[in-house]
């Protein structure tokens, strides 16, 4: 079960660093159809490592001066202020309400992404205003929503790059560098109450790093945008449609 799982984790990763999103969205439900404790290990784990996928993520996608690291600064420090905000409020509320919201958010960023696959890539990146009003406002939001779902928020805060104007490579990156940020923040609001068999952390986190590097590498260099946007949002909707089949059976 240990090897499948780590196995498991490298793919998620792998894609998810192409994206600059973590994975967290897809670490949340694998780990809860694998039985564990939603607010004990699941959101904690799936924090960290979301974190970390980013995180090694910006090395390749850094050298590649795709990171836009004055911009996405702002959004940056406003995530950090919304993620353990969201930790905090997590334990609030039932696991059921906690799935739903889940399933409701990666829905709408789902059909969002598929939305712009076919426009055209933009000639340059978006004002600083329009970076620091819409940008920081939604990074916060995204930053309380990770938090408290244990996500990192990248999957509102990716389509927000796409829709004020980041071509989808800076837009990949910058989000990876603001996710980094959210990550470890929420992750920290959820240390208290953390119970992760020390196995399961060594298989996952080695699985995460190295799956990192590669697919931010291969992001970078090979990657099309229509092909990342298109993936994205398919990608999403099937993690949404999986996770609304409780409610609706």
Do not use: C
């Not at 353990?84 to 309400?97: C, K, Q």
């Not at 799956?211 to 291969?218: E, I, N, R, V």
Request: charged share 10%; glycine share 12%; no cysteine.
């Amino acid at each position: 079960m240990m090897a499948g799982t780590g196995i498991l984790i490298f793919v998620v990763s792998f894609l998810f660093a192409m994206l600059g999103l973590g994975g967290g969205m897809l670490y949340v439900p694998i780990f809860h159809w694998l039985d564990f404790s939603l607010k004990n290990v699941v959101i904690p784990l799936a924090l960290l490592l979301n974190g970390l996928n980013t995180l090694f993520a910006l090395i390749p996608y850094g050298r590649r001066h795709l990171v836009d690291w004055k911009g996405g600064l702002p959004m940056a420090l406003s995530a950090l202020i919304g993620a353990p905000l969201g930790a905090v409020v997590a334990p609030l509320l039932p696991d059921r309400v906690l799935l739903l919201i889940f399933a409701v958010l990666v829905a709408l960023a789902g059909v969002r992404t598929l939305s712009i696959v076919k426009n055209p890539e933009p000639s340059q990146n978006p004002s600083p205003w329009r970076r620091m009003l819409w940008g920081s406002l939604i990074s916060g939001l995204a930053g309380f929503l990770g938090g408290m779902l244990g996500i990192g928020g990248g999957f509102l805060i990716s389509p927000l790059l796409l829709w004020i104007g980041y071509r989808t490579k800076e837009a990949a990156a910058t989000t990876a560098y603001i996710v980094t940020f959210s990550s470890f923040s929420g992750f920290l609001g959820h240390v208290g109450h953390m119970v992760i068999n020390p196995a399961l952390l060594m298989v996952t986190v080695g699985a995460v790093i190295v799956a990192s590097l590669l697919g931010s590498t291969f992001m970078a260099q090979k990657a099309k945008p229509q092909w990342v946007k298109t993936l994205y949002g398919v990608l999403l909707l099937g993690i949404a449609i999986k996770l609304f089949m409780p409610f609706v059976v």
